[in-house]
């Protein structure tokens, strides 16, 4: 449809002139930063993480996640778990 393609321009064009950022980066920002609750959490592994925030292919959760917060998910997991 025409008119919900349209808003839809819209809309990324507006979130990137707000955030700097595209939608999809926005987004993507935003289950990198679940990641990082849930491996601080320490319920669940890195593996399951991954699945949980809704990426499919764990070499490449990985890569954004190293992209986003300097360190791999392990590294990560061994310098922030919560200790109980």
């Known amino acids: 449809d025409v008119c919900s393609s349209d808003l839809r321009a819209q809309l990324h064009r507006k979130m990137k002139e707000i955030t700097g950022i595209s939608a999809g980066e926005f987004i993507r920002n935003l289950r990198l930063e679940q990641a990082g609750r849930l491996i601080?959490?320490?319920?669940?592994?890195?593996?399951?993480?991954?699945?949980?925030v809704g990426f499919n292919n764990q070499s490449h959760f990985s890569t954004l996640f190293k992209r986003h917060y300097g360190m791999s998910p392990t590294e990560y997991a061994a310098d922030n778990i919560k200790k109980q």
């Not at 601080?40 to 949980?52: D, H, L, M, P």
């Open 40 to 52: 601080r959490e320490g319920k669940i592994n890195v593996t399951q993480v991954a699945y949980t």
